[in-house]
């Protein structure tokens, strides 16, 4: 089955699958899920193909028999059965989309292969040969596993060309002047936010509360609620984590401000907020949601225009 084609080259799924394997991507056993009823089950497919946009019955039998998968195999996946075929392994992958991690992994080595001007260097091919083969337990490992997936040098090598040039391209995509681009670029949207959220019975007991709150700038929210009785705690968030809607006020909002209460299913919730704190790429969760766009937007571009999806939900 090929995925993806590029100029002179075709990528096909055991392409896909023995790259990720020798990068270690792949788990070597299978982990025993929650095991559901059918009316369970069903439910999680069903949410699945809500958030897949696969909800008429053709598109799915469609996206089905494109991958070979079986409607037995697909109902097993959500009942959390351990599969025990080939076919029950590829059809768990592709549903959790670890295939198409993969291949969307394999075409971005491959397009930045084909954007380089020179090959990657000799010692850097050794030195991931050298890797992949203390990682697999030595020299003899390593053959015994092209023997085993019939796979010979000339493969080998050729991997050792994409994996070496992804790498190298990673690198200069992770220069410091193009994060801190990236992160001029996401600066309120990184900025972390820490609350204190206390609930309420009424609506009227939570406008009194800030009432209160605001009287007396020198009490918290957390402290009121400790001694009033109420529950309270704790949050934290990215204020780009939220949807836009939400976002405003808490960019609005100044250290030990309440925002308005908000009506829960048999409550009333106050927040205040306690901290916003601007990003910088000394946190280290800044740092990597910042790498990670970095990353993602140029090997986007790498991809553009390279890459030909044919069977692939990164098309």
């Known amino acids: 089955m090929t995925l993806f084609t590029s100029p002179g080259r075709s990528a096909t799924l055991a392409d896909v699958l023995h790259a990720a394997e020798l990068r270690g991507d792949v788990h070597a056993k299978d982990d025993p899920g929650t095991l559901l009823d059918a009316a369970a089950a069903e439910s999680a497919s069903e949410d699945w193909r809500i958030e897949k946009n696969l909800i008429a019955g053709e598109e799915l039998d469609a996206w089905l028999a494109l991958r070979h998968i079986t409607h037995e195999d697909f109902l097993r996946h959500f009942s959390g059965a351990v599969p025990v075929t080939d076919a029950q392994r590829l059809a768990c992958w592709w549903i959790d989309d670890s295939i198409t991690r993969w291949a969307t992994?394999?075409?971005?080595?491959?397009?930045?292969?084909?954007?380089?001007?020179?090959?990657?260097?000799?010692?850097?091919?050794?030195?991931?040969?050298?890797?992949?083969?203390?990682?697999?337990?030595?020299?003899?490992?390593?053959?015994?596993?092209?023997?085993?997936?019939?796979?010979?040098?000339?493969?080998?090598?050729?991997?050792?060309?994409?994996e070496t040039a992804h790498e190298n391209c990673r690198a200069a995509l992770l220069r410091p002047d193009s994060l801190e681009k990236e992160l001029r670029g996401q600066y309120f949207p990184l900025h972390r936010v820490?609350?204190?959220?206390?609930?309420?019975?009424?609506?009227?007991?939570?406008?009194?509360?800030?009432?209160?709150?605001?009287?007396?700038?020198?009490?918290?929210?957390?402290?009121?609620?400790?001694?009033?009785?109420?529950?309270?705690?704790?949050?934290?968030?990215?204020?780009?984590?939220?949807?836009?809607?939400?976002?405003?006020?808490?960019?609005?909002?100044?250290?030990?401000?309440?925002?308005?209460?908000?009506?829960?299913?048999?409550?009333?919730?106050?927040?205040?907020?306690?901290?916003?704190?601007?990003?910088?790429?000394?946190?280290?969760?800044?740092?990597?949601?910042?790498?990670?766009?970095?990353v993602e937007q140029g090997f986007a571009e790498k991809c553009e225009g390279v890459i030909a999806w044919a069977v692939s939900d990164a098309a």
Not at 213 to 234: C, I, K, N, V
């Open 105 to 162: 992994r394999h075409a971005q080595g491959i397009a930045a292969l084909a954007a380089q001007t020179e090959p990657p260097s000799e010692d850097a091919l050794q030195q991931w040969h050298a890797a992949l083969e203390s990682r697999l337990g030595g020299e003899d490992a390593l053959n015994d596993w092209l023997r085993a997936h019939s796979r010979d040098a000339a493969w080998l090598a050729d991997l050792a060309q994409v």
């Open 194 to 294: 820490t609350l204190t959220i206390c609930k309420v019975p009424e609506e009227s007991v939570a406008r009194e509360l800030m009432l209160q709150l605001a009287a007396d700038a020198s009490a918290t929210l957390a402290q009121r609620a400790e001694g009033l009785g109420f529950p309270h705690f704790p949050q934290q968030f990215f204020i780009g984590d939220l949807s836009p809607a939400y976002q405003q006020p808490f960019l609005s909002a100044r250290a030990g401000e309440c925002l308005a209460p908000m009506q829960a299913s048999d409550h009333w919730r106050i927040c205040q907020l306690v901290e916003k704190t601007p990003p910088s790429l000394d946190d280290p969760e800044v740092l990597a949601r910042v790498q990670k766009r970095v």
